[in-house]
């Protein structure tokens, strides 16, 4: 796991202020990216929807686009570049570097003190020790050092070995998966998946889950998923969070019909046999302003 270094002074840097709430957001996304990834700074520009998703940044290039008038981003061939990124940050060389050091040097003390049996002897404890020879020594014990406290909450990513929940008690664990055998709600977190839609938070998992119930009422219930699916992929606000999903949803499912069919009303109208993806497409970029105002 690598890390990325934000001064102290960052949350009232001027560039930072003068970039907003969602350009500070989306900011913060592409630095935890580029490190992650070790990019040096480089942003893909096919990235940025999917980093200001994370952040449910909806106006994504308005912040794009106040990141690099203030100077923190700087446009580039591909993408976008984090302005000094590299002052502050190891380079991807370095990175790489010691980490290969750290395996060498891990797999050579393996080497030197592993036993016969495979387990291995602490620095202190000679391999020719006849007591409880076979028996793993546990460093910290050797040492004479207290146990490390546990931390609450338990450290993302999980530590090795993963802790076993028990039996009696799994029932009552929660997890964000989508998995699942309803070929319904697949078709639905199947679409999410291909427009790059990230599941982030047990509580969008389950507002996704209520939209398909409510959608499994509909006579034309994988039609309408397909539909819907189809008219997220033309949105260009990046307005794609559960929100967006429940607007669409709620509209099409009040005015019985299909996302991307006129609503009633409409001028010049369709013949019943015409199929629903020739019709006109609603702007759901307006209806969700209207509805955001609405309960706004």
């Known amino acids: 796991m690598s890390w990325i270094k934000l001064d102290d002074q960052f949350s009232t840097n001027d560039k930072v202020l003068a970039a ?5 957001e989306l900011h913060i996304s592409a630095l935890c990216h580029c490190g992650r ?6 942003v893909d ?3 940025v929807r999917q980093l200001a998703a994370m952040f449910e940044v909806y106006d994504w290039q308005a912040a794009v686009n106040a990141l690099v008038e203030v100077g923190l981003w700087e ?8 302005s000094n990124y590299l002052e502050f940050n190891p380079p991807r060389a370095k990175v790489e570097a010691q980490r290969e050091a750290r395996a ?6 393996r080497a030197e003190h592993r036993r016969d049996d495979g387990t291995f002897c602490d620095d202190d404890q000679s391999v020719d020790d006849d007591s409880d020879v076979g028996a793993p020594v546990a460093r910290y014990e050797t040492r004479d050092r207290q ?10 990513p999980v530590p090795d070995p993963v802790p076993v929940v028990a039996p009696e008690r799994a029932s009552a664990t929660t997890t964000t998966t989508t998995t699942t055998a309803d070929p319904l709600t697949a078709l639905f977190f199947g679409g999410l998946a291909r427009l790059g839609v990230l599941v982030t938070s047990q509580m969008q998992a389950e507002a996704y889950n209520d939209l398909v119930s409510r959608i499994r009422g509909h006579p034309q219930a994988e039609a309408f998923i397909a539909q819907l699916m189809a ?8 307005r794609i969070t559960p929100r967006w999903f429940e607007v669409v949803t709620e509209r099409c499912l009040r005015e019985g019909r299909l996302p991307g069919a006129r609503g009633p009303g409409a001028q010049g109208g369709r013949s019943r046999d015409a199929p629903a993806h020739n019709a006109a497409a609603t702007n759901w970029d307006a209806v969700q302003r209207e509805m955001e105002g609405r309960h706004g």
């Not at 060498?104 to 003390?109: K, T, V």
């Not at 146990?147 to 993302?156: G, T």
């Not at 008219?231 to 990046?238: I, Q, V």
């Open 20 to 24: 907003g709430k969602d350009g500070r």
């Open 37 to 42: 990834n070790l990019t040096d700074g480089f």
């Open 45 to 47: 520009g096919r990235m």
């Open 75 to 82: 446009a580039v061939d591909g993408g976008y570049q984090v």
């Open 104 to 109: 060498e040097r891990q797999a050579r003390w």
């Open 147 to 156: 146990p490390l406290p546990v931390p609450d909450p338990v450290p993302d």
């Open 231 to 238: 008219e997220a992929a033309k949105s260009t606000s990046g």
